[in-house]
C-alpha cells in the first residue's frame, strides 16, 4: 500500500480540511504514516498569510528532500493557490490550488468528512472565503469570496461529530462571522449555536477568531450561554484610528470597545484574545503607541503579535515598508506587554476551581484547558482520557512557560455526560 504522510502549516481551517484530506486519501488507498516516517508522498498543507509561513514551507521542503530523497512532495492550500497565481515557482512533484489539493485524492470537499480521530476537540468548518479586502491581507485573493455551509449539513457533521465521541467543537471558518452572509442571513451564526446548544452530548462549542464587525447583539446576548466558551478571539490589528482606517478594517476603536464593554457586561471574566500588526506602512511611532495603550486597557488576555508582511498582490504592498529594527522594536514591545497581560488575566483564578477539558497526558501528569483558554498542568493518579472534563484548583502562575499549575479535587470528578 502507498504511504502519505501529511504536514499542516496555518489555521485551524487548514487543520480541519487536513483531516478531511486524510479521509481521502486513505479511501483511494493511501496508508497515512506519521511525518517524519518514510513515505511514498510528503502532503503539506501550507500557509501564506505572512512571508514568514512560506518560508517555513520551503525550509520544510528542503529538509524533505535531504531526508526522504525518494518521497514525492506536494504542496497544496495557500501557499501552492499564491505561487500559481505568480511567476514564482518551485521544484515540486505537485503544486496544488485550494481546489486542486481535494481533486488530487479523487474526491472534493464536500466528499469527505471529518472525524478529527487524535485530538481532544473537534474542528468543525462552516465557512470560507472573505470579501472584506483588508489592504495588508492576501487571504481574499487565496480563498476566494465568502460562502457559508448549509445549516443542515453543518448540523449533520456536528451531529456524526458527537456520535464519534467529541464532547467540544470549534466551530471555525476563513471569515467565522460572515457565516450566513451568503445565503441572505446576517444573524445565521447566532441560530446556528441556538441549534447546536440543543444538541445531547454536546457540551461545549468554542468560536475560533472572529471579526469585530461581525460580532452582533444576537451573538452578544448567547455570550453566557453555559455551552459558549469564554473565550473570544478578537482581532484587532491596530489600536489606532488612522492605521485601522488605512487598513480598510471598518470600525474604529470606540466601536472595538464597545463590543469588549458588551461582552464583558454579559461575562465578566471572559477571555478577549487578539491579533495586532505591528509595523504597517506608514505606522508613526504615535500611532504604535496609541495601539500599545488601547491594547493595555482593553486588558487582552493575550495578543498574538504579528509584524508586518509584505504579502504580493495587495495594496499594501506597494508602500514603503517600514525599516526592520523598528519593526522588531514595536514587537518585543507588545509582546512583554502581552506576556504581563497574560499574567494579570491568569492571577485572577489562582485558588479558584476551574473546569479543565484533558487534552494530553504523560504518566501522571496531565494538560488541558479551561473553558477561558488557561492552559493547565497538573498531576492526577486517576485514569483520565483525552476530551475529558475534570474540576481543577488553580495554584500557581509559570510565566516563563506560559502556564498554570493546578491540582485535581479527586472528590469532585464531573462526569459531564
Ligand atoms: Fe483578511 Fe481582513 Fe478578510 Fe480577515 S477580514 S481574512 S484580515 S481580508
Known amino acids: 500500500m502507498r504511504k502519505v504522510a501529511f504536514y499542516t502549516f496555518g489555521c485551524k481551517v487548514n487543520q480541519y480540511e487536513t483531516e478531511n484530506l486524510k479521509i481521502l486519501a486513505r479511501n483511494a488507498g493511501f496508508e497515512i504514516v506519521p511525518f517524519g516516517k518514510e513515505a511514498d508522498l510528503i502532503f503539506i498543507n501550507s500557509c501564506a ?31 501552492a493557490e499564491r505561487l500559481n497565481l505568480s511567476s514564482e515557482k518551485l521544484v515540486l512533484d505537485f503544486v496544488l490550488d485550494n481546489k486542486q489539493k481535494w481533486e488530487f485524492f479523487g474526491g472534493s470537499e464536500d466528499s469527505a468528512f471529518v472525524t478529527s480521530e487524535d485530538r481532544a476537540r473537534a474542528i468543525l468548518k462552516i465557512q470560507d472565503g472573505c470579501n472584506n479586502f483588508c489592504t495588508y491581507c492576501i487571504v481574499p485573493y487565496l480563498r476566494g469570496r465568502e460562502r457559508s455551509k448549509p445549516f443542515d449539513k453543518v448540523m449533520e457533521e456536528a451531529q456524526k461529530l458527537v456520535e464519534n465521541g467529541f464532547k467540544e467543537i470549534v466551530l471555525t471558518g476563513i471569515r467565522l462571522g460572515a457565516y450566513g452572509r451568503d445565503l441572505g442571513d446576517k444573524d445565521a451564526l447566532s441560530k446556528l449555536l441556538l441549534k447546536l446548544f440543543e444538541m445531547d452530548g454536546l457540551v461545549k462549542i ?24 469564554k473565550h473570544w478571539h478578537i482581532p484587532l490589528q491596530s489600536g489606532d484610528d488612522e492605521i485601522l482606517k488605512k487598513m480598510n478594517r471598518r470600525y474604529d476603536t470606540k466601536y472595538f470597545e464597545q463590543i469588549v464593554y458588551k461582552l464583558r457586561e454579559k461575562v465578566p471574566d471572559v477571555a478577549i484574545t487578539t491579533d495586532i500588526i505591528v509595523g504597517y506602512p506608514e505606522e508613526s511611532e504615535e500611532n504604535f503607541n496609541n495601539t500599545y495603550l488601547f491594547a493595555e486597557r482593553m486588558g487582552f488576555m493575550r495578543i498574538h503579535v504579528f509584524p508586518y508582511s509584505p504579502r504580493p498582490f495587495t495594496p499594501a504592498y506597494k508602500l514603503k515598508p517600514l525599516p526592520y529594527e523598528v519593526i522588531t522594536k514595536r514587537k518585543e514591545k507588545l509582546i512583554k506587554l502581552s506576556n504581563d497581560l497574560w499574567e494579570r488575566y491568569v492571577s485572577k483564578f489562582i485558588e479558584k476551581e476551574l473546569e479543565v477539558m484533558v487534552e494530553e497526558r504523560k504518566e501522571n501528569l496531565y494538560r488541558g484547558t479551561t473553558d477561558n483558554y488557561i492552559k493547565v498542568e497538573f498531576e492526577s493518579n486517576l485514569l483520565l482520557k483525552e476530551g475529558e472534563y475534570i474540576k481543577v484548583r488553580l495554584l500557581k502562575v509559570d510565566n516563563k512557560e506560559e502556564k498554570v499549575w493546578g491540582e485535581v479535587l479527586e472528590s469532585k470528578v464531573k462526569v459531564t455526560l
Do not use: Q
Open 49 to 79: 498569510v505572512t512571508h514568514v509561513a512560506e518560508r517555513k514551507a520551503r525550509r520544510l521542503i528542503n529538509l524533505i528532500k535531504n531526508r526522504f530523497p525518494n518521497a514525492k512532495i506536494a504542496l497544496a492550500g495557500c501557499y
Open 206 to 229: 468554542r468560536l475560533s477568531s472572529i471579526e469585530p464587525m461581525d460580532i452582533t447583539e444576537g451573538l452578544i446576548k448567547l455570550a453566557d450561554h453555559p455551552k459558549l466558551c
